[in-house]
């Protein structure tokens, strides 16, 4: 079934969840891969019991999870009869490729799929048979006979990429999000932000350029003081003062930084309530923080 349709018969606020599969050999800090796709369903496991819209699952765009990405999402599907969203990027994915890879997913009964155009390697040179940026991608995806669901990603602060005169270029980077978005995609899942007034404010000027597709915030819980640099550094996403000083404050108490992270996303959630058509949580493949915040939210 089609994100789409999920979200068209609902008319309170979904939830739905990001799974990250490993690279092939994968054994970053001593976890094997075996433990890696453990942690993938026992999430998916723990929290079905909450109804999750969707699970989508990353794709690594130097091709090493070109293994396991599409397996992850069809086992979803298949085992744990939850729709699936598979992520794809121009990156690593040479056309003639594209239209195999589709003709899988079609396969695998995986109707939505998450166009983008993926986290540049370093020392990345495109390539003319890739395509270069997401809107190229969707307009591929759309030219396929099987009729996907389209997402993409949407950036409440801009994208890191998009700058003008030393600055985040809003303007620019919400045109080409307006352009992707009328390539054929059918709902934007965002990147994550810690404060909601971007993410509504980001929803606002979409809409005044005329972008209609159901627009769904992306929550992480900050778990440790080490996320947030994650969070600053991969994602450029800013973090309120009030709560980086009070994980500062408590900083030599892992389990009160966790608490303070946990209670920062309940509010957000809370504040996103029946304003959003569903809520998409970054588990990193734990489910623990997810669930915490689902039972903090009643
Ligand atoms: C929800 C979500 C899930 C993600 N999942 C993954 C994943 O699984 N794997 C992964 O590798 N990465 C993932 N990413 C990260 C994403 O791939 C990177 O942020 C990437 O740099 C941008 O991807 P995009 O699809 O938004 O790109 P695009 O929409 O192509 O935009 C990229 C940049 O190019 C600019 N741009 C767009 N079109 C044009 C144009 N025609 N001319 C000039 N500039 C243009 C945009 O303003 C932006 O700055 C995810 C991000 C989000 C928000």
Not at 195 to 217: C, K, Q, S
Request: aromatic share 8%; glycine share 6%; charged share 25%.
């Amino acid at each position: 079934m089609k994100v789409s349709q999920i979200l068209d018969g609902s008319d309170g606020t979904l939830f739905s969840l990001e799974v990250f599969p490993p690279k092939v050999a994968y054994s970053a800090e001593g976890m094997t891969f075996q433990q890696h796709m453990s942690n993938i369903f026992d999430t998916v496991e723990h929290l079905r019991k909450y109804d999750p819209a969707f699970v989508s699952v990353t794709y690594n765009p130097e091709g090493k999870t070109r293994a396991t990405s599409i397996p992850v999402a069809a086992i979803i599907k298949q085992r744990f009869e939850i729709e699936a969203v598979a992520h794809l990027t121009c990156i690593a994915t040479p056309r003639d490729e594209l239209r195999r890879t589709l003709d899988v997913l079609d396969y695998f009964d995986i109707d939505n799929i998450l166009a983008l155009q993926g986290d540049r390697p370093d020392g990345y040179v495109h390539s003319s048979d890739c395509m270069n940026f997401a809107s190229e991608l969707v307009s591929e995806i759309r030219r396929h006979s099987h009729d996907f669901c389209i997402g993409v990603a949407g950036y409440p602060e801009g994208h890191q990429e998009c700058m003008a005169d030393g600055c985040r270029d809003l303007e620019t980077d919400l045109s080409n999000f307006k352009y992707k978005v009328d390539q054929g995609a059918d709902f934007c899942i965002s990147q994550l932000f810690m404060d909601n007034d971007l993410f509504f404010d980001y929803v606002e000027r979409a809409r005044a350029t005329g972008v209609e597709v159901p627009m769904i915030p992306g929550i992480m819980p900050v778990i440790s003081r080490s996320v947030i640099g994650i969070v600053k550094s991969l994602c450029g996403a800013s973090i309120p003062e009030a709560l980086e000083r009070r994980m500062d404050d408590n900083i030599d108490d892992p389990a009160e930084v966790r608490a303070i992270g946990i209670e920062h996303a309940i509010e957000q959630c809370r504040g996103l309530m029946d304003k959003v058509p569903c809520i998409h949580f970054y588990t990193m493949d734990m489910w623990e923080p997810v669930e915490e915040i689902i039972e903090g939210l009643d």
